[in-house]
């Protein structure tokens, strides 16, 4: 079992950068998927990008590609999403998850953070 606390958010303009955090307890942070979902007002959630246990591996939703980078540092226990150009549509509460087996993320199997909010005018 792991907590997560995220923080970094706030209200930034289009075009500017955040750079969100994700502080994990516990010993094993190091074995965990980690990844970052976001939730827009009045629409579900959807994902957003993962990192695997080692850092070494990562994937991005394609409406990030380009703009966002994940990473971890597991001697901190903390995982990252660096988010540059940002647009109004990258609005919504952002949250980080994490799962022993990557496809285990999106089940009953995962444990989530609070989330914290980003809002970028126009």
């Known amino acids: 079992q792991v907590q997560l606390v995220e923080s970094g958010g706030g209200l930034v303009q289009a075009g500017d950068s955040l750079r969100l955090s994700c502080a994990a307890s516990?010993?094993?942070?190091?074995?965990?998927?980690m990844a970052w979902f976001r939730q827009a007002p009045g629409k579900g959630r959807e994902f957003v990008a993962g990192?695997?246990?080692?850092?070494?591996?990562?994937e991005y939703a394609d409406f990030v590609k380009g703009r966002f980078t994940i990473s971890r540092d597991n001697a901190k226990n903390t995982v990252s999403l660096q988010m540059n150009s940002l647009k109004p549509t990258d609005t919504g509460v952002y949250s980080c998850a994490a799962a022993r087996i990557r496809a285990k993320v999106t089940t009953r199997d995962s444990f989530w953070g609070q989330g914290t909010q980003v809002t970028v005018s126009s």
């Open positions: 516990g010993p094993t942070f190091s074995i965990y998927y």
């Open positions: 990192v695997s246990s080692s850092g070494a591996s990562t």
